[in-house]
């Protein structure tokens, strides 16, 4: 064969007299796995993980929620080593004249004792209490926190997990918010009343499901910021109720 029947690519003719630019493709094909393997890495948005259940009827007419906050750092090591102190949660409250803070005060018509700020730390003991033990599949520790059907849905989770050979890795890192996005009061038998308040929950957790194999099935190991809408219930006009979860999913 000879030189005249050789034919370059026409977007080659311009480096006829000189080196393609191997360099160059060897670049573009680095960032493109390098740019995979963070996306890999980093951590998503996601809400709590393999708990399948359905939402109580709750909220009617348009609620006012407050506007989103963003979550401050982590608590950084300073120079000698030790960890500065984690932030402190913010409490995010509905001013009493809007629709949500006219019935937390009726809530406080009911109960002498409730405050939404009591509320919010009740709600966030909980939390602190029902991510580890969900993950080890403490079966023990969830029960007396949730209502019978959401105690029921999160044991069927469990099950599910344990059957598979799975492993549910959750390590809370910080709580930045609560908020308190909606509220209501159903009526019940007697004088007594049902009382719902809906809470966004801006945490930040290492959160992973693994295989028989100890391989990954979802999640990350890295820092991850969760948003989650929780919802509590507790019973008033009966002594001895307290809040308890009755519902989770992502926000």
């Known amino acids: 064969m000879s030189s005249d029947d050789i034919h370059l690519p026409s977007a080659l003719i311009g480096h006829s007299g000189h080196e393609f630019p191997w360099d160059i493709v060897v670049l573009a094909v680095l960032a493109i796995a390098l740019g995979f393997r963070l996306y ?20 009617t007419g348009p609620g006012q929620a407050p506007a989103r906050q963003t979550p401050p750092p982590l608590p950084v090591a300073s120079a000698q080593g030790n960890a500065e102190p984690a932030p402190q949660i913010e409490y995010d ?60 849905a999160f044991l069927t989770a469990i099950n ?11 390590d809370l890192r910080g709580i930045e918010s609560m908020a308190i996005l909606d509220a209501m009061l159903v009526a019940g038998e007697g004088n007594t009343q049902t009382g719902r308040i809906e809470v966004r929950i801006v945490s930040r957790q290492v959160n992973m499901l693994t ?37 989770s999913r992502p926000a």
């Open 160 to 170: 599910a997990r344990t059957e598979a050979g799975e492993t549910q890795r959750s």
């Open 40 to 59: 890999r890495v980093l951590g998503r948005r996601i809400g709590m993980q393999g708990v399948r259940q359905d939402r109580p009827p709750v909220f």
């Open 93 to 152: 409250i509905p001013t009493p004249a809007t629709r949500v803070g006219t019935i937390l005060g009726q809530m406080t018509q009911l109960d002498g004792g409730f405050t939404p700020q009591g509320f919010l730390k009740d709600a966030e003991t909980i939390f602190r209490q029902v991510v580890p033990a969900f993950a080890a599949g403490d079966r023990a520790a969830l029960s007396g926190l949730m209502t019978p059907e959401t105690e029921e």
């Open 211 to 247: 295989d028989r194999q100890g391989e990954p099935v979802q999640g990350t190991d890295a820092v991850t910021e969760f948003h989650d809408l929780w919802l509590f219930e507790r019973q008033f006009g009966m002594s001895g109720t307290q809040w308890r979860l009755a519902a």
